[in-house]
């Protein structure tokens, strides 16, 4: 008879859903979503309904792997262990604890990892990371803005007369908030989506703006600009508001039509956005991640909490601007100082250059948790170089990625259906249990397991005791519990974080130090430049290259890898020649890809499109194009700001050329 049992999705997405695995003979024959999770309602995303491929394939690391004279071989958990405790003591008492780099990534956002980041620091403290590839500028921007950075209730969006999707394809990034928009817009509610792509989402919509890419500072500007004209400012702004007259000069900088201009919009876009939040509102303004990924994206981020802020659109049902959920609110993390007992940290977009150039001392040894830093940081070559010349890299992963193939040591750890973990999301106030639905393979630990493997090889043994139910309970006594909610209330399904606000802000307090809105005065990039010069490059680079997430792949964990070149979609205006289905070359400053172009006429004309989490060791990652830098703020990855172009397959140019 099949069983049918429960667990939380814990991969890096905002969702985090409830699972319900059908196991056979102790394998796992199929995943359906939960009906009883009060967000999954019984539905799951492409990505992880098609799992069971990766849970089950030829990619999946089975025991650990010891590099031997260039190869990676299977060996026994006490040589691997006993060859890593020995390296990482010499390493420390050598160089000291600096020389050691601890990576830990998205890959899973069970909590228990953060247990990895506690025996480093324990062990060390050691380096470690700093900033965030993904979300660095966003977070950033919400914390100086607004000294919390959370959400309304998912719920809330019931209430909204109009929802304004910017920079956020759902259909990809928030599946399960699509329930709530259509049931808002069967109520009545108008959604207008914003992004320099189309997409999916265009469907949902009312209105489609598609500005430039990186021109919404410029249209916020712009929309701004309309509020303050036309009196639509909530008479109370000035009470909950600090520098409302500075952001208002910011704004009045440049005239409404020339900041249109250089978000390429025509003033029609900007002033129905202006509609929305004034005598429209409530207006609920769901922020993309990939607002943030830009040179200004703290800046862009911080303009749209801003037309939220001005409008009064902040602390009403309905309303609200949502970058993010608090997903570790209902955990007590406090006995890991972090980045306070740090001796170093590398901004994480920097991996390759930072590491390559680290002295007094070197890095000798990394340590990569939870990632595939090879594929999903920009610069890849260089992120290649840094891990493979290493006096020792271990890898702990279930999957033998491009970063692994490097690794001196690979450890095979548990996939989402093995995990015995706990997890918060990030687009959503509920906070689910991940149970084993199935033993994993006889030589796969538990990362929990790792380190406590390692630990008592290093003198660490009694700082990692504790089994993981031991170590749930730690992290949500302190928090959960003075709710009376223990770890035996998660048997019964997902818990509402108690703490989680229905409508953030409700009383018009906010955690910065004034208690109001901190808005922005400044623009990281001044605004003279957007509009004198609002297409940036030159006619060398005519396109930005946008390598977005996508329904098929998490991240870099694809269940059936694509075959053949990456596919990159331009207008046909764009393709440099190149025809529909044909083989082109995508070259930057950086190096150049074999791709298969497509044509799309609803795209704009600036940009390329392309599949994040493309593999490097079969040639198609786009972050191999991108160059390393951080945005304005929060050291986050300024990963859309790459310009390519497009030539034919078989014309070499600068990109062909550059260093790869």
């Not at 990892?113 to 403290?125: A, C, I, K, R």
């Not at 928090?479 to 229905?502: C, K, M, N, Y």
């Not at 040639?619 to 300024?638: F, K, P, Q, S, V």
Request: contains cysteine; aromatic residues 6%.
């Amino acid at each position: 008879m099949p069983d049918l049992r429960k667990t939380t999705c814990n991969r890096d997405c905002p969702d985090a859903c409830g699972i319900v695995a059908t196991v056979e003979n102790g394998r796992v024959v199929r995943l359906d979503g939960d009906r009883e999770h009060p967000v999954t309602r019984g539905f799951l995303c492409y990505r992880t309904s098609h799992f069971l491929p990766l849970q089950y394939g030829r990619e999946r690391v089975m025991a650990p792997l010891l590099r031997k004279r260039s190869t990676l071989v299977e060996v026994g958990w006490d040589e691997a262990l006993d060859f890593i405790a020995e390296r990482l003591l010499a390493i420390r008492r050598e160089s000291g604890p600096a020389a050691i780099f601890h990576y830990r990534s998205g890959g899973s956002l069970g909590l228990l990892l953060h247990l990895t980041d506690y025996f480093f620091e324990q062990f060390g403290p050691v380096t470690i990371k700093r900033g965030d590839i993904c979300s660095g500028a966003g977070d950033a921007a919400q914390m100086l803005d607004f000294g919390v950075e959370d959400s309304h209730d998912l719920t809330d969006l019931a209430n909204a007369h109009n929802i304004l999707l910017w920079g956020k394809n759902v259909h990809v990034s928030s599946p399960h908030t699509l329930p709530e928009l259509r049931a808002a817009r069967a109520r009545g509610a108008r959604l207008v989506m914003i992004d320099p792509v189309n997409h999916r989402g265009a469907g949902l919509s009312d209105r489609v703006i598609q500005p430039r890419p990186g021109g919404d500072f410029a249209l916020a500007m712009a929309v701004a600009g309309l509020l303050f004209e036309r009196g639509w400012i909530d008479p109370a702004a000035d009470r909950y508001c600090d520098n409302l007259m500075a952001f208002r000069a910011l704004c009045e900088r440049e005239t409404v039509k020339a900041w249109c201009a250089a978000a390429d919009v025509p003033v029609e876009d900007a002033l129905e956005l202006a509609r929305c939040l004034g005598p429209g509102k409530p207006t609920a303004i769901l922020v993309g991640w990939g607002m943030g990924r830009r040179t200004v994206g703290g800046a862009i981020v911080r303009a749209l909490d801003a037309l939220a802020a001005i409008s009064g659109n902040l602390g009403i049902p309905g309303g609200g601007v949502s970058f993010y959920y608090k997903r570790r609110a209902a955990f007590d993390l406090s006995f890991i100082r972090g980045l306070a007992a740090a001796p170093r940290s590398i901004p994480e977009p920097l991996f390759g250059p930072e590491v390559l150039a680290a002295r007094d001392p070197e890095i000798r040894a990394l340590w990569i948790t939870a990632g595939n830093p090879v594929v999903m940081l920009p610069d890849s070559e260089r992120v290649a170089e840094a891990i493979r010349t290493r006096e020792l890299t271990v890898v702990v992963d279930p999957f033998l990625t491009d970063t692994a193939l490097l690794a001196t040591v690979v450890l095979p750890t548990t996939t989402l259906l093995e995990a015995d973990d706990i997890v918060g999301a990030y687009g959503h106030h509920y906070v689910g249990e991940a149970r084993p639905v199935v033993d994993p393979p006889p030589l796969v630990k538990s990362d929990l397991g790792i380190m406590q493997a390692l630990a008592a090889r290093v003198g660490l043994a009694d700082v990692m005791a504790g089994s993981a139910a031991d170590w749930k309970r730690r992290l949500i006594q302190p928090t959960l519990g003075r709710h009376g909610i223990d770890l035996e209330a998660f048997r019964d399904g997902p818990v509402r974080t108690p703490s989680a606000p229905q409508v953030l802000f409700a009383d018009r307090r906010f955690g910065t130090p004034s208690g109001r809105v901190n808005l922005i005065t400044e623009s990281a990039v001044p605004g003279e430049a957007l509009v004198r010069r609002p297409h940036g490059g030159d006619g060398q680079w005519p396109l930005l290259l946008m390598a977005l997430s996508t329904d098929r792949a998490q991240s870099s964990q694809w269940s059936k890898p694509p075959e053949g070149p990456a596919v990159i979609t331009v207008h046909p205006d764009s393709a440099g020649g190149v025809g529909d289905g044909e083989l082109g070359r995508l070259e930057s400053r950086l190096g150049a890809l074999t791709v298969t172009v497509r044509h799309d006429s609803r795209q704009r004309r600036d940009v390329a499109i392309a599949a994040k989490g493309g593999h490097l060791s079969t040639g198609r990652c786009m972050n191999a194009l991108i160059a390393a830098r951080t945005t304005d703020i929060g050291e986050g990855g300024a990963l859309y700001d790459e310009r390519v172009r497009l030539v034919p397959a078989n014309v070499r140019g600068e990109g062909e050329r550059a260093r790869r």
